[in-house]
């Protein structure tokens, strides 16, 4: 295992007789400054041309996907975020995957009501101005559907970085703590759990932990910058760190405290694990960490020929920080330390890089992240040793990339 | 001076007989839950609905504006984020302010070359796959816009947050460290000076010295999830953390190498300040400590009566991190410690938070910065002692809000 530096990136290159990456573009020396375009001699569009901006129409290609057979209709299915074009660890709050059990529902917010009830001292029901007015916090975390890689369970089915790892975001929350609230409503010896429900079609609704929500749960009314997106939950929804997607529930409207869990639909029926006793494994909320290759990818392959590429990717954990990202070219036989871009934040994407010089034939390329707590991310067969019987959740094994002479990058399992 | 934590707001709330917050609506006891809306009984839009996403319909007044008499021509003139409605650190690409030298360049990516020239060993002429395939890093820093606050220098003038601060804006820039491109060109002894030229109608070009340029200098092609928006210099753009927005060269074109400062038209005639003896001073490029409170302001006044409310606001510096804010009640005669959120980053935003027990008196309200170089956010009065004649750039001063016993909220000077 050899661990570089930059400096060694340019003096590898410096050893193969060359400049790394740009050597095929040294006729460029002594070459004129390039060509004036249009838009270099003209007068672009002024200030008032859009008070919202929007991405370049270049970019058009960039957006959410769904994978149509994965749902019988497009109000109960899934959304992916393109990771493939995500550069750091923020996502564009355009791109963040949606996830609907009975569609988008367009909140008015002078209709919002928040009610605090159950066993409490004093409920307590809010607009959302008042809402507003508690002491809030700011907090960057990821939010990922337990659901995100189920395609891959069986084998490698979707070729495409987005359609297997893209039922994630990751975004500056903005909002107050449960326990705030909590706190001001008044617990019980014996308000042991919480009830959070949304104001969707759906009715989605999901038992958390007391411990949780007194731990770090908020409500959030702001994301990156702006008011939470409808398909995020406008105008507030909980944000519940680092555990599956659809806790966080979306266009809150109820948080009911009481002594016991409600066993609700989307945590018996739904959410939970078909074992091979027959018996089924629910409330395995903390998504284990996970990590992934997010150049090359099947949608990003290297088509510049052999030489210098830099590996990016993403890692996280919903038990806490990034301790360290390793990567393999050689399908998991040897890994390298990757470098890991600050900051390192508790329960949030961490960006990894690795250098690379590809010789231009097939390589099988992984990512392995250890989160702070020592956990590592296991291969596809560690999990089905350990996971259900015909698992549709939980699937945070480590991803294959074949990278071929081409070229291009396939999705593969190894067994 | 006191400092209080979070259960001390409960506390002295309960002394006062009555929740803080929710006092008003204890009538919500045993209430039912809120009734359904048309949303919570009906199908929203699926997936199929938005591939890329926009704000909620209610939100459609948070938008950038300009001030119509500042600049004669809207294509060189420059957008303010609304930063009334900027809940954390990240500001939206959608809300990101603009200025323009000449206008918005519609920049074809296809087209894009960035040539580094002049006093290097290779020079380099680089497509966009070139640029970046190269070792990339990604950073949340803000960048500013050194006459953030030009109008403000004689009076208060502007009766809002907005316009009198909003020529700022912070974000995850992904992008190749400029040292790793002049490491690949090669430096000459004399190579003391780059010269950064946008591919702009106005050819925006900026020196910058080179001890910048080989330390945080990046050039950046990717912003908070997507490609940097066109406003922000698509395809790439020079990101020089901490200094003057106009430095941060967009729709970059060339980066030439040489021994002395260009001495462009942009910091000869522009951005430079005018001083009483005639001569002018030039390369202020460090954008010193500023903070600004964003809750209360004049876009955001207190409209439900006295009580708990929470002071929330922006500090930042261009010499690294904040160290602590301070918020004053009495118009800078007694400062309390407040809050900071977490990350607490270099050049970068960092958000503060103070509760506040609102009397429903007059109040003026403050918020001053220190940097962790030990610099102090000045007064307006500090500044005229020690800045130019007829200022335009650099104003950094304190903020004074006055908030008036209707909740209305006005911008004063404070002599």
Request: proline content about 7%.
């Amino acid at each position: 295992m050899t661990k570089r530096n930059r400096r060694d990136v340019f003096r590898l290159g410096a050893a193969a007789g060359a400049t790394v990456i740009a050597g095929s573009v040294r006729g460029a020396r002594g070459a004129a400054p390039p060509a004036d375009n249009a838009w270099s001699n003209s007068l672009g569009h002024g200030v008032d041309g859009k008070p919202y901006g929007s991405p370049s129409p270049f970019e058009k290609s960039v957006v959410r996907r769904y994978v149509p057979w994965l749902s019988p209709t497009r109000d109960a299915d899934a959304s992916m975020t393109p990771l493939q074009d995500q550069p750091g660890i923020i996502t564009s709050n355009g791109l963040f995957f949606e996830r609907y059990h009975a569609g988008l529902p367009q909140v008015d917010p002078k209709a919002f009501r928040l009610m605090i009830s159950g066993r409490v001292k004093r409920p307590l029901l809010l607009t959302l101005d008042q809402l507003m007015r508690y002491p809030s916090v700011s907090r960057i975390h990821f939010i990922e559907c337990p659901a995100n890689g189920a395609t891959e369970w069986p084998a490698a089915q979707l070729n495409s970085l987005q359609l297997t790892h893209g039922m994630i975001g990751c975004a500056e929350w903005t909002g107050v703590l449960l326990s705030t609230l909590l706190d001001e409503a008044g617990l019980y010896s014996d308000s042991r759990w919480v009830c959070a429900t949304g104001s969707d079609g759906a009715h989605m609704n999901r038992s958390l932990p007391m411990m949780k929500c007194l731990d770090d749960c908020m409500i959030a009314w702001g994301q990156n910058g702006e008011a939470v997106r409808p398909e995020q939950g406008y105008p507030a929804r909980l944000v519940v760190p680092g555990w599956q997607g659809n806790v966080n529930v979306k266009w809150l409207r109820q948080i009911e405290v009481g002594p016991e869990p409600w066993m609700t639909r989307e945590e018996t029926s739904e959410y939970s694990e078909l074992l091979a006793d027959g018996t089924s494994l629910g409330f395995t909320w903390v998504m284990d960490a996970k990590s992934v290759i997010t150049f090359p990818c099947p949608e990003r392959p290297l088509t510049q020929g052999p030489g210098f590429y830099e590996i990016r990717g993403l890692a996280w954990s919903g038990r806490g920080k990034v301790r360290h990202v390793d990567v393999s070219l050689d399908g998991g036989v040897n890994f390298q330390r990757a470098r890991l871009d600050h900051p390192i934040l508790d329960k949030c994407l961490t960006r990894f890089t690795l250098p690379w010089w590809w010789d231009g034939k097939d390589a099988l390329i992984q990512s392995r992240v250890t989160d702070e707590t020592g956990y590592v991310q296991p291969t596809i067969v560690q999990k089905h040793r350990f996971w259900g019987a015909d698992p549709v959740y939980g699937n945070n094994a480590i991803q294959t990339w074949q990278v071929l002479a081409s070229g291009a990058v396939n999705n593969v399992q190894l067994s």
